[in-house]
């Protein structure tokens, strides 16, 4: 079974410049989450979608940051305008239903984004 | 608000030998569920272990298993026989009822020293 792949995997910008990340979860899974890693610091979530119905969240700056799940499969995570302090590792994750105290979430290998 | 600490920061561990890394977790929701992943070097989060609020025996997969304390919130990952590859970073999570989204701890980096 494929895993939950990313790309790209490493991005440099300069600050005010837009970048997008792009995300596909394991097949079949209905529960698509992006999370932001800063450096020393625990993921923490920014977006959760159930197919392609946002669950929460309450924690994406959207001043800056937007995403889509068009068709319920892959998803877009985009920045723009990017700050300094958007220079972290953006993981994606999904599980197969959501909502479940005991499912797991299956991570992919993240994008390093560096902000000059 | 849910809350998870990692006190160690860095540890360092004998090939080999046993290992504890420590979790305390803050909730006021009696039901949840505690996961510790792994981080290697190369960024991909690696699902370790769960362990229910309502579980009665602590979970165990493997080398890995969990020492949940209920009363004392805490839920350490003991690692036994400790192996090179186990160098990483580790960090501890919790998952409520809705949603399901992760909150996770600052994490703990491992050192396996041959």
């Known amino acids: 079974e494929a895993g939950v792949a990313q790309s790209p995997r490493y991005k440099i910008i300069e600050k005010r410049q837009s970048v997008a990340f792009w995300c596909n979860p394991i097949s079949g899974h209905a529960t698509l989450y992006w999370y932001q890693q800063i450096l020393g610091q625990g993921p923490k979530l920014l977006i959760q979608f159930q197919n392609n119905g946002v669950v929460d969240d309450s924690q994406l700056p959207k001043d800056r940051f937007s995403a889509e799940r068009l068709k319920g499969v892959d998803s877009t995570l985009k920045i723009q305008p990017a700050k300094l302090e958007d220079s972290a590792v953006y993981l994606c994750a999904s599980s197969l239903h959501g909502g479940r105290l005991q499912e797991t979430q299956y991570f992919g290998p993240g994008t390093r984004l560096l902000v000059l | 608000a849910q809350k998870i600490t990692q006190t160690q920061p860095g540890m360092f561990v004998q090939e080999k030998e046993a290992v504890t890394l420590d979790c305390t977790y803050d909730?006021?929701?009696?039901?949840?569920?505690l996961f510790w992943y792994k981080q290697p070097s190369s960024g991909e989060m690696i699902f370790l272990i769960y362990q229910g609020s309502y579980d009665q025996q602590n979970a165990t997969e493997g080398r890995y298993s969990l020492n949940f304390q209920k009363a004392r919130k805490s839920a350490n990952l003991v690692i036994s026989a400790s192996q090179l590859g186990d160098s990483a970073m580790y960090f501890c999570?919790?998952?409520?009822?809705?949603?399901?989204?992760?909150?996770f701890g600052a994490g703990t980096i491992l050192r396996v020293k041959s």
């Open positions: 909730t006021s929701d009696p039901s949840y569920g």
């Open positions: 999570a919790m998952s409520q009822e809705y949603g399901n989204k992760l909150v």
